[in-house]
């Protein structure tokens, strides 16, 4: 069973930054791609940005130039750097890894981008 640990999450100011990260453990088996989504209030979740083993990445259009994903492999962890905030961007952030053919989440943490 693969567990994953978010933290970063918190309250910024629109124009702020955070930095997410969400760690791995408990695979036996090397881990794909890992990514972040996100659900803000009454609307569904959405793909924020991926990342393969081999560090191609793919980002939602509404985050490109704003956010970075990176991972580092040996420590089986992901992060989300997200620069010049929105209002639009509050929302509970889900990492995610796939082993094999699996989809594990995290428990989600809270961004809220306000003045």
């Known amino acids: 069973q693969v567990q994953l640990v978010e933290s970063g999450g918190g309250l910024v100011q629109p124009g702020g930054s955070l930095r997410l990260s969400c760690a791995a453990s408990?695979?036996?088996?090397?881990?794909?791609?890992m990514g972040w989504y996100r659900q803000a209030p009454g609307k569904q979740r959405e793909l924020v940005a991926t990342i393969t083993s081999g560090g191609t990445t793919n980002y939602a259009d509404s985050v490109k130039g704003r956010f970075t994903i990176s991972r580092d492999n040996a420590k089986n962890t992901v992060y989300l750097q997200m620069n010049s905030l929105k209002s639009e961007d509050t929302a509970v952030y889900y990492c995610y890894a796939q082993v094999l053919l699996r989809t594990y989440w995290g428990q989600g943490t809270q961004v809220t981008v306000s003045s």
């Open positions: 408990g695979s036996g088996f090397s881990i794909n791609a």
